[in-house]
């Protein structure tokens, strides 16, 4: 199975090293790889990561967007290489990256069947659009915000709930409440940020995760399974849950396994490099925040793909 990556924008100091020092820590058993990407000569974000060399790897005086795509194929073809390869690969993009630009880049057919894209999330930084207000009009943090998957609020201690309350009502011009949240400190737990679950194998029926303010259900079936009433449903599974993954088959192809994706409102379903266990026709994990999930209405959902 490739290696997911999560690709952070944001404009500069917005606090994606403070994001990705986080992540770090808390996957420090299950190994994550950080490809950092510093415009200047001198790479400040890498000094102040806490990480060990070797899962670190410094692209600097250049744009990975543009100048610095070949260098960061090579930077995860050189990952993929290494002896223990990582659980999952974090992109660090400079402040004037544009995501979108670099996404296009990770499609690079040899680099998606390794290591293939999983998640955007762009950091904001509240404080920031509080002080000066224009920049929602610059062409680049718009640009920054529209190619996220989530929008992750930094800062908001510093700003007072009103204003805080009014900055995200304009944020909702770009994308829908549900994939806005806030973090403090970086503390987002990973079970958001990639599809893969970290950690021991568990049931899951609306667990609270890492972090307080999510929590996560799952679905499985033995029943038979149809394709055209699965996709008839997507859509409506996506505005349930911040996060869905799964694997599925279906009567129409008994014998290939399916995955199923969606972050934010992104959903894709493809064949999966894996099989679920005999007997088993579903098994899908929902992520959402805390007091949102409703674990009822989803399996309601879910039943009407069930051939009965």
């Known amino acids: 199975m490739s290696v997911p990556i999560l690709l952070i924008g944001g404009h500069l100091g917005v606090g994606k090293t403070t994001l990705i020092n986080h992540l770090l820590a808390v996957a420090s058993v299950r190994p994550i790889a950080a490809i950092v990407n510093d415009f200047g000569e001198i790479d400040i974000d890498a000094a102040l990561l806490s990480v ?8 600097k005086n250049g744009c990975i967007c ?10 995860l073809s050189l990952v993929m290489r290494q002896s223990l390869s990582p659980e999952a690969i974090v992109i660090e993009t400079s402040g004037i990256s544009n995501p979108a630009e670099i ?21 904001v930084d509240l404080r920031r659009l509080l002080d000066a207000p224009d920049l929602m009009e610059d062409s680049l943090w718009r640009a920054q915000v529209r190619a996220a998957d989530f929008l992750l609020l930094t800062k908001t201690d510093l700003v007072p709930k ?35 679950r970290f950690g021991a194998d568990r049931k899951m029926d609306l667990v609270p995760l890492s972090v307080p303010q999510f929590e996560s259900t799952s679905w499985t079936s033995s029943s038979p399974l149809s394709i055209d009433r699965f996709q008839n449903i997507i859509g409506r599974l996506a505005s349930k849950a911040l996060r869905i993954k799964g694997l599925l088959t279906f009567v129409e ?46 399996m309601q959902i879910l039943a009407s793909v069930e051939l009965r």
């Not at 060990?52 to 790897?57: A, D, N, T, V, Y």
């Not at 894996?274 to 999930?293: D, H, M, P, Y």
């Open 52 to 59: 060990k060399s070797e899962r670190l790897i410094s692209l």
């Open 66 to 75: 543009c100048s610095l795509q070949g260098d960061l194929l090579a930077a």
């Open 103 to 123: 996404a296009r880049a990770l499609l690079d057919p040899i680099i998606f069947r390794a290591a293939s894209l999983d998640t955007i999330v762009t950091l």
């Open 162 to 196: 009103r204003d805080c309350d009014r900055l995200k009502s304009k944020l909702h011009a770009y994308k829908p409440d549900s994939l806005i949240f806030e973090a403090e400190h970086g503390d987002v737990p990973l079970d958001v940020l990639f599809g893969r």
């Open 253 to 298: 192809a008994p014998q290939q396994t399916m995955l199923f994706q969606c972050v934010g409102l992104r959903a894709t379903l493809a064949k999966s490099p894996v099989t679920l266990k005999t007997g088993c026709s579903a098994e899908i994990v929902f992520v959402g925040r805390q007091g949102e999930l409703d674990a009822e209405e989803i």
